[in-house]
């Protein structure tokens, strides 16, 4: 079953505004972590932002803040102030403890073009 | 520091040919891990490894084997490879458990 899901396959914004793209998660252990990344069509992954389940307040880098809803397992990631470069892929992914470890899956991913 | 090396990063194999991707790490990390990404599917778990000497399956290990080698390396092994198979491969790291995972620049792999 899908662990992280990730509704919006596109998104269009507009340079300068903020934008939100959603990200649910499925899991029963009290103790994981979620992470947000950026694939542009260069194909390179970009480390994000981070929220530890755990942790009180949202994570905020820069221009990224993670809307974490602990409750309803949702962790939105938010970008203020649209630039041209955000237009990549972004994907969701949790980090969840195993017998052997911890593993790390993503979400589908959402597609942001971001336009002048 | 070069962070997580794949190598080839291009491939074509015929139906049946056996390849072995290679990634390596200098970061020193604890985690490994090899994920496929195909159009609308996102990154797909393929193995993992905590530490050296320590593999577990991800959500698609059919077709698959993995060898963590040392603490730097941990290569992917197609034994019998097929078109369904033709896919991007990408390799990353991380040192902890809440700290992010690096990632190298894929493996563009076509099965013919």
């Known amino acids: 079953a899908q662990k992280i899901t990730q509704t919006q396959p596109g998104m269009f914004v507009q340079e300068k505004e903020a934008v939100t793209l959603d990200c649910t998660y499925d899991t029963s252990d009290p103790s994981y972590g979620l992470f947000w990344y950026k694939q542009p069509s260069s194909g390179e992954m970009i480390f994000l932002i981070y929220?530890?389940?755990?942790?009180?307040q949202n994570a905020t880098e820069g221009r990224y803040s993670l809307n974490f809803q602990k409750a309803r397992k949702s962790a939105n990631l938010v970008i203020s102030a649209s630039q041209l470069g955000d237009s990549a892929m972004y994907f969701c992914a949790m980090r969840e403890d195993t017998n052997s470890g911890y593993a790390l899956n993503f979400g589908k991913g959402t597609s942001l073009l971001v336009t002048p | 520091n070069a962070g997580v090396t794949q190598t080839p990063k291009f491939q074509v194999l015929k139906t049946g040919q056996s390849m072995t991707l290679q990634c390596a790490q200098d970061m020193n990390h604890n985690s490994m891990y090899w994920y496929r990404q195909d159009p609308g599917m996102g990154l797909r778990l393929i193995y993992y490894?905590?530490?050296?000497?320590?593999?577990d399956k991800g959500e698609v290990p059919n077709g698959y084997n993995v060898s963590r080698l040392n603490k730097r390396e941990f290569s992917l092994r197609l034994e019998s490879a097929a078109p369904s198979q033709t896919s991007v491969y990408f390799c990353?790291?991380?040192?902890?458990?809440?700290?992010?995972?690096?990632f190298g620049q894929g493996t563009r792999l076509t099965v013919v």
């Open positions: 490894s905590a530490s050296e000497g320590t593999t």
């Open positions: 990353a790291s991380s040192l902890m458990r809440n700290t992010e995972a690096f």
């Open positions: 929220q530890g389940s755990y942790d009180q």
